[in-house]
């Protein structure tokens, strides 16, 4: 997958030269030109995308969608034409699953190259005819605070498969309040924790991953010595149902035995 990127990436470079006049960079390829992530390249999509008020055409290496270009949704990076950062969104909110679209509105909001409010505005002011109900669903799933692709991915998952209480970036303390993590995503309400489990998270800020490794090997246990179920989520788990059914279960059974401890805890304490 990151070589089916980096061959987008030069595939997009190639093209710069030979662009209509008309014509401007779009969706994944106005990613590329804007510096934003491309959360994922499935095989068979390592094509360059370009909008185009003219024609719609599909080659093998080359999607031309018939869009209408506005003043204010077309600007110039480094001699490139390309959609703006908002107007890209928009188009990968329209276009692009779910996940992907999210992962990558997030992104743009996290880095400040866009506020919820601007994208909120744009879209109103450039209404589309068709799949609104995808630009809608992008909006209602926003959240700045995620920080990688991944916990982007993950967050939607987790509305996909109605999996509710994660909080992006949850500080949890011991019982005495002292700090213990801040994890990826937490359900305090069951003292539940879903972690992205990527191998580069080893090298941030450690250049022996074998240390970074201990350190946070003992800070899972001690997570789980105050009760917190810890889930380790890779890249791979991303794309499949079977870990996070596993986690809405664990919610499920927890929500269970705390409702169950509460009906118990109600008698005793009429009795007193």
Not at 50 to 65: E, G, I, W, Y
């Amino acid at each position: 997958m990151l070589k089916r990127g980096e061959d987008l990436r030069i595939l997009v470079r190639s093209f710069v030269p030979d662009l209509p006049h008309d014509a401007v960079f779009s969706h994944r390829s106005a990613l590329l030109v804007h510096g934003l992530p491309v959360p994922y390249v499935d095989k068979g999509e390592v094509y360059v995308e370009v909008a185009s008020p003219r024609s719609s055409v599909r080659q093998r290496d080359l999607v031309v969608r018939r869009r209408a270009l506005q003043p204010d949704t077309v600007e110039i990076v480094e001699g490139i034409p390309v959609t703006t950062v908002v107007q890209t969104l928009l188009d990968v909110a329209r276009d692009c699953p779910l996940a992907f679209a999210v992962a990558v509105a997030d992104a743009a909001v996290h880095l400040g190259r866009v506020t919820l409010e601007e994208f909120r505005a744009h879209q109103a002011a450039h209404p589309v005819r068709t799949r609104q109900s995808r630009i809608t669903a992008v909006l209602e799933n926003i959240d700045g605070r995620r920080e990688t692709v991944a916990e982007s991915i993950c967050a939607v998952r987790f509305v996909e498969y109605s999996i509710p209480g994660f909080e992006p970036q949850l500080v949890v303390c011991d019982a005495d309040g002292r700090f213990l993590a801040r994890s990826d995503f937490g359900n305090e309400a069951v003292k539940v924790i879903a972690e992205f489990d990527g191998a580069g998270k080893y090298y941030i800020d450690d250049g022996d991953p074998h240390r970074a490794f201990e350190r946070e090997r003992k800070r899972e246990y001690a997570l789980r010595n105050e009760g917190w179920m810890v889930f380790r989520i890779r890249w791979a788990d991303l794309f499949s149902a079977d870990l996070f059914l596993r986690i809405k279960e664990a919610v499920r059974i927890r929500e269970t035995e705390i409702a169950a401890r509460d009906r118990l805890a109600g008698p005793m304490q009429g009795a007193q």
